[in-house]
Every structure is written in structure tokens, then in C-alpha cells.
């Protein structure tokens, strides 16, 4: 089989499998990049949550 054989249909297959395949990386990429600053931002986020619910004990909220 010959280079100039192949289909110009098959050849926007493999384009567009390609380009969806980097695509989903990307969109992988940041899924991880949000999953990564909530993990770095979880011991503030908890801090903020006991100073909240503290106030809250104190003034009778809870």
C-alpha cells in the first residue's frame, strides 16, 4: 500500500482523533491544576471553618 493510497477521509479520522485526544489531556490537565490548589488551599479552608464556627459558639449561634 502506497502513501498515495490512503483515503483523504482516513486521514481526517486520524486528525480528529488526535485533536480530541489532546484536548482531553488538556482538559485533564486542569482538572488535576483545581484539584491540586484545593488541596494546598484545604488547612486555610479549615482554619477559616473552626475561626466561623467558634464565632459562632460564642455568640450563640450553634
Do not use: C
Request: glycine fraction near 4%; avoid cysteine; aromatic fraction near 4%.
Amino acid at each position: 500500500m502506497n502513501r498515495a493510497e490512503i483515503d483523504t477521509d482516513d486521514l481526517l479520522k486520524v486528525v480528529l482523533l488526535l485533536v480530541i485526544a489532546w484536548l482531553l489531556l488538556e482538559i485533564v490537565g486542569v482538572v488535576l491544576e483545581v484539584a491540586f490548589w484545593l488541596l494546598d488551599a484545604l488547612p486555610t479552608l479549615i482554619g477559616i471553618a473552626l475561626v466561623v464556627l467558634i464565632a459562632l459558639h460564642l455568640t450563640d449561634r450553634i
